[in-house]
């Protein structure tokens, strides 16, 4: 095994980093200002140089005017009026409509051959084909070139395994990166640590000491300017499908060799192969899927999804819940619960671990003991929370109640918590590929996810209603199949 990927080999060589769909939002919210974040954090003394591609106007200046106003708007961190000059002065932005602009950006790479180039496909995925077609066909890319895929790749197992074919001819799979935010924050990151640093955890980690394992990931917000896309996907594939069970592989895995690529890859692929796959029973039982109503969030009434789509006939889902298993020694007959839905009463992500309960209670008042709990919150307020019993202070016997010990990162760091897209932006920078999903992973989670969605159309599953400002369509189902939705998840 190539062992050539190893973190501490890592370093930053001079670079270009050419952004496909440089004018789009993500560009603008995310990939922009989170350069410009850590080249502030870092000063990157090697010589790279950002390469906007853009469509939507011919107006090199005012795209620049567009890119320093995104920055200005969603940079978090302080800065001078020198930095911000500084930082564009290395932006050369491309116009690319069709095959013929190519002439541009290739006399423009050119000029710096010793570098490596970046591409960051920031485009819908019909169009990574095409994109890598061009590069190759006009010589842009060798044996330094990386490329970034943003999701979604594809909505089926079909179409993501001819998007991946078409990039693979031009793109080796030691050069494809494909992204999924949420495995560069901090928290996410510190599950790794969390497990395989620490004894107390690691030798409780299995079925033998946890009842369930709980991965939440609630949005206030409804789909804004994402219409199209998302009635295209619904929230299983937006949500589910990467994040939800990113994080579930990182909670499961086992133990890598090393922290190397390669080994972290292989032990998630282990865990997508023993997902449970949904049957015609079993989707019925263990799956719920939603769409909201008119409602109220955070003190301001909002419109229903069809209101917000402008069209009144969709079947797609804004939340699902679902119930599965992981088929292996360590998590035999352990649930994990995953859940996710827009329109919530409040935003936040987290993995709660509940423990088993103590074999036996020897305290004389027999009052209820609460199970252990590790709560790990990604966002917002990052913090991971161990919930223990502990005796209540003063006389009268043994009276006690459970307690949170806290480690909250904005307290114990003081230093600022890099975002996600900069931790993952310079990972490809230097060519460490351990957060970034394979080609096996992707095709392992489209198969589990073609198990939920031809049951769901074989049983003919339709959403159930929830009214916006609730916590879904837990709150209004009587019967006991869905009892588990509301079990130990709301705020």
Avoid at 171 to 188: A, C, M, P
Avoid at 381 to 392: G, H, S
Wanted: aromatic content about 10%; overall charge positive; proline content about 4%.
């Amino acid at each position: 095994m190539d062992k050539s990927n190893k973190q501490y080999n890592f370093e930053i060589k001079p670079y270009n980093f050419i952004v496909f769909g440089g004018d789009g939002d993500l560009a603008m919210k995310k990939i922009y200002p989170a350069l410009f974040q850590r080249e502030l954090d870092e000063g990157f003394d090697k010589k790279h140089e950002l390469i906007p591609i853009y469509r939507k106007t011919q107006n090199k200046e005012e795209f620049i005017k567009s890119l320093e106003l995104a920055i200005r708007t969603n940079c978090s961190v302080k800065f001078t009026e020198n930095e911000i000059k500084k930082f564009l002065k290395n932006i050369y932005p491309v116009f690319i409509a069709n095959e013929k602009d190519y002439d541009v950006l290739k006399e423009k790479l050119n000029e710096s051959k010793n570098r490596q180039s970046i591409f960051y496909f920031s485009t819908p995925s019909d169009a990574f084909g095409d994109i890598a077609k061009n590069l190759k066909e006009n010589g842009l890319i060798n044996e330094q070139s990386k490329v970034v895929l943003e999701k979604p790749l594809g909505y089926s197992l079909e179409s993501s395994n001819e998007i991946n074919k078409k990039v693979a001819l031009a793109f080796k799979e030691n050069q494809i990166y494909r992204i999924d935010h949420y495995l560069g924050k901090e928290t996410v990151q510190n599950l790794m640590v969390l497990r395989f640093a620490n004894n107390l955890f690691e030798s409780a980690w299995d079925a033998e000491h946890i009842e369930n394992i709980q991965i939440t990931v609630a949005e206030s917000i409804g789909v804004e300017k994402r219409a199209s896309y998302y009635d295209n996907s619904g929230a299983l594939l937006d949500m589910v499908q990467n994040h939800l069970l990113q994080l579930l592989c990182l909670v499961a895995m086992e133990p890598p060799l090393e922290l190397d690529a390669n080994d972290v890859r292989i032990e998630k692929l282990k865990v997508l192969k023993a997902l449970r796959p949904f049957t015609k029973k079993s989707i019925i039982q263990d799956s719920v899927k939603g769409q909201y109503t008119r409602g109220n969030v955070l003190g301001k009434e909002v419109s229903s999804y069809l209101e917000d789509i402008g069209k009144y006939n969709s079947k797609t889902e804004t939340f699902v819940a679902l119930k599965t298993y992981i088929d292996n020694w360590r998590w035999k007959d352990v649930p994990f619960y995953l859940r996710t839905g827009k329109r919530m009463p409040k935003r936040f992500s987290e993995i709660v671990i509940n423990f088993k309960e103590v074999r036996h209670n020897i305290f004389p008042s027999k009052e209820q003991l609460n199970n252990n709990k590790l709560i790990i919150r990604l966002q917002p307020e990052e913090r991971i929370e161990l919930i223990q019993m502990t005796k209540i202070p003063g006389p009268g016997g043994y009276r006690y109640k459970p307690i949170a010990l806290k480690l909250d990162y904005l307290d114990s760091f003081k230093e600022r918590l890099p975002e996600a897209y900069e931790r993952l932006i310079v990972d490809v920078i230097r060519g460490n590929q351990t957060l970034f999903m394979s080609q096996d992973e992707l095709q392992a989670a489209w198969i589990w996810i073609e198990s939920i969605t031809n049951n769901w159309k074989l049983t003919s599953q339709n959403n159930v209603l929830y009214e916006a400002g609730s916590w879904g369509p837990g709150n209004a189902i009587l019967d006991n199949k869905t009892s588990w939705i509301t079990k130990n998840w709301k705020e």
